[in-house]
């Protein structure tokens, strides 16, 4: 496949989960691909995964909230490739807790991640498609707890809620230069990678006030896996979206659209 040939981007947070298949599926697209995550290891996994595939890529490890890594991964992809078309925003880390019991610094550094780094990359790329005249596509990863309550989640909730009207903003401000800026909301996903699995189970096994049953509110009646969120994602990175931004596309087994007392598949 080659609806990416010929496109650099940059994917952070490329865990297993999420990130590290969606650096996979835009580089089996044709796209050249630099990994990015706090770990090493992580990063230097997702990349390994592209190359073992017959792909292009590089990782670098470093934190997001760090203007300096940000400048720097976007040296090291105009090195490398002379230039970036893509960028995904997808770094994020999850600690559940609720504006009664989750401390301010906790909050804050939360909200930094999510939204902090998506502008910092945003930025650094943005400023390096204008300096090149590349029309580009920068994808910012949004969750179905963007668009709804969640109680016990206050910072995960409040930040991708934020990245919302950040990917709008950033749309309205980048239009004239021919870069999009769209969002793309994932839900409740059902990891394929086994470490991914056992962090989710662990995550949804921690003692908690609020029961979610997500596999019960979801009309299409599974959670999504990662590979699911591929086929969006590649098209919002192409050509074939040049004229979508400012916008959202959801996957999301039918959960935002639902009426909010059905429900599809009770278990018990």
């Given at each position: 496949m080659n609806r990416l040939q010929g496109k650099a981007a940059i994917v952070t947070g490329a865990s297993p989960n999420i990130g590290g298949t969606?650096?996979?599926g835009l580089a089996a697209e044709g796209a050249a691909v630099l990994c990015t995550d706090l770990s090493e290891e992580v990063a230097a996994a997702a990349a390994r995964r592209i190359i073992e595939a017959g792909g292009d890529a590089l990782h670098l490890a470093g934190d997001v909230t760090d203007p300096a890594h940000a400048e720097a991964a976007v040296a090291l992809a105009v090195e490398r490739w002379g230039g970036i078309d893509v960028l995904v925003n997808n770094a994020v880390f999850f600690q559940q807790q609720g504006v009664l019991d989750m401390p301010y610094d906790a909050f804050r550094r939360q909200l930094d991640v999510i939204l902090g780094g998506s502008f910092l990359f945003t930025r650094a790329v943005g400023r390096s498609m204008i300096e090149q005249?590349?029309?580009g596509s920068i994808i910012n990863v949004l969750s179905t707890a963007a668009w709804q309550g969640q109680p016990g989640n206050v910072g995960y909730s409040t930040g991708k809620s934020g990245l919302i009207n950040f990917t709008r903003s950033t749309a309205m401000e980048l239009a004239q230069h021919g870069?999009?800026?769209n969002g793309f909301t994932p839900t409740a996903t059902a990891p394929t990678d086994p470490?991914?699995?056992k962090a989710m189970e662990t995550l949804l096994a921690r003692?908690?006030?609020?029961?979610?049953?997500?596999?019960?509110q979801l009309p299409l009646g599974r959670l999504p896996t990662p590979d699911d969120y591929v086929g969006a994602v590649v098209y919002l990175a192409s050509d074939e979206s040049a004229m979508v931004t400012g916008t959202n596309i959801t996957v999301d087994a039918g959960a935002t659209a639902k009426y909010w007392p059905w429900i599809p598949h009770p278990t018990d």
């Open positions: 969606l650096a996979a005249q590349r029309e870069i999009r800026v470490e991914a699995r003692p908690s006030s609020y029961r979610n049953d997500f596999a019960a």
